[in-house]
Structures are given as C-alpha cells and as structure tokens.
C-alpha cells in the first residue's frame, strides 16, 4: 500500500498543485511587481520603483483607513474572545439544552458578510431612526456598529473551539485543584485559562486576520461613510484601485503593505500566545 501511494501520488497532486500556483502563486507574485509599477492592464505596465508605495503612505484616507482599523481589531478580538469564552464556560456546566444553544450561537457564522451588513444595517439604523441618527451619522456609530455585527457573526464560531479546549482539561486536574481549596477565580485563573491557552491561539489569530481583512461586512454597512471616515483597509484598497483614475498601481501598493501587515501581526501574535501555552 504504502508502495502504491508513494508511486501515485504526483499523480494525484499534480491537479491540486497546478491550481494553487495558477491561482495563488503566479497572482501573489504578479501583484507584488505591478505593486512597483504604473499600469491600467498588465500589459502596460511601466516600472516606477518605491513611487506607487509613497502616494500610499502619504495618502490620508489609506492612514486613517489603517488607524481606524487597528482600533476595531483591537476591540473586536477582546469583545468577541472574551464573550465566546464565557459563553463556552456556561454550556459547559451542563444546562439542560446545551446542544441547542450551541447551534443557535454557531448559526450567524454561516450567513454571508454581504447579507449579515445589509441585516445589521436595518437593524442599527431602525433603532438609531428613533433618536435621530443612523449609522453614517458620524463614525462612532459606525464603528460600533461594526463591532456589533462582528461580534455577533464570530462570537459563536470561537466558542464552539474554546468549548473544545475546557473538555480536553483533565478532570483529575480540576479535582485535585479543588481539594487543595481553590475557589471558582482561582480555578479559571490558574487551571482553566492556561489549560485552554492552544484554543486561545487559535481563536485569537482568527478573529485577528479576519478583523483586519474585514471588506463584505464594512462595505453593506457603512460603505466607509460618513465621507471615508469607517473606511477599513480593505475597503481602501479597493476604492483606491477601482474608482480613482491612475491609481491602479498604488492600489497594489497598499496591497502588499496590508498583506506584510496582517502577516507580521499574526506571526507576532502566535509566537506570543504559543509561548504561554501549557504542555499537556
């Protein structure tokens, strides 16, 4: 057996490889040399070294795109893991209907991001109606309404992986915690928090990229409005290189710049919580 799938495996590889280079590996690479071009197709392409990567930082809606993005990940990745966690720990104490709550909170990750903004956007913006506002009144409202909709979109996702980490906990380990005379705080502090620290990897890098990456969801929502100011980087780099004439290319640029971005936090981000991981 083992002869048979070492002599056919390139044979069955061989599809899967073609199309991830064909569709991952050759766009990457062209993206990242138009990104040091000026160009309108990628037939006319005209190397301008740094240039396109210079309009990009010294364009104000790309660094302020960048400032207001950092601060919905920063409050989304501690909303959404703090909530999923709790939530795991109360379906995990076993309360009549548990599977039942689990479904119902996992449910919203399956809805589009399209959709999921379009509904929060009626949502938010009948309940602001009765006070004046709507959602593109200014951007607190926008960005807490951002907030809202992810959180309610990932929330049940994260949970459904920490519920995965607190019932691989060794029950002894618990037990033995609780005749020594830990309290319920103590417990979670020193048990169950490092126990589930793999989970906290995971989801925090999760919640993570797909908050920097957020496009579907800010685009049904706000659409950047008021005049930019709930634009995500995402969304940018979009406008950037769809709707404004001769920008192609530092479209590109931002990019590249978003993708080394998103990697080096994540990178940054596992490094620091894998180290605080305890070996089982």
């Known amino acids: 057996m083992e002869k048979s799938i070492k002599k056919y495996f390139p044979i069955f590889a061989l599809p899967t490889v073609v199309a991830f280079t064909l569709g991952f590996i050759v766009p990457f690479l062209m993206g990242i040399y138009l990104s040091f071009c000026e160009f309108t197709t990628v037939t006319n392409a005209k190397f301008v070294g740094l240039k396109n990567f210079a309009r990009a930082f010294g364009d104000p809606t790309f660094l302020h795109a960048l400032v207001f993005t950092a601060l919905f990940t920063i409050v989304s990745v501690i909303t959404i893991n703090v909530l999923a966690f709790a939530i795991a720990m109360l379906l995990t104490k076993g309360i009549k209907g548990t599977n039942l709550f689990r479904t119902v ?14 509904i929060w956007q009626i949502l938010l913006n009948g309940i602001l109606a009765t ?3 709507t959602l593109t009144y200014s951007s607190s409202y926008g960005f807490w309404g951002l907030v809202i909709l992810m959180s309610w979109q990932q929330v049940g996702y994260m949970m459904i992986i920490y519920i995965a ?21 103590q417990l979670l502090r020193s048990v169950t928090i490092p126990m589930v620290m793999p989970s906290v990897t995971i989801c925090t890098f999760l919640t993570l990229t797909n908050s920097f990456k957020l496009f579907d969801q800010n685009l049904a929502l706000t659409a950047g409005e008021p005049s930019n100011s709930t634009q995500m980087l995402a969304l940018n780099i979009f406008d950037t290189f769809y709707t404004r004439n001769g920008w ?28 605080k991981e305890v070996q089982q």
Not at 105 to 118: A, S
Not at 248 to 260: L, Y
Request: proline share 3%; glycine share 16%.
């Open 105 to 118: 909170f996992f449910m919203p990750n399956l809805i589009g991001g399209i959709v999921l903004g379009y």
């Open 165 to 185: 980490g607190i019932q691989n906990i060794p029950g002894e380990l618990i037990e033995a915690a609780r005749i020594d005379g830990a309290n319920g705080r």
């Open 248 to 275: 192609e290319g530092v479209g590109q640029a931002k990019a590249v710049i978003f993708f080394v971005l998103v990697a080096v936090i994540a990178v940054a981000q596992n490094v620091i919580t894998r180290s």
């Open 131 to 133: 006070f004046g506002r």
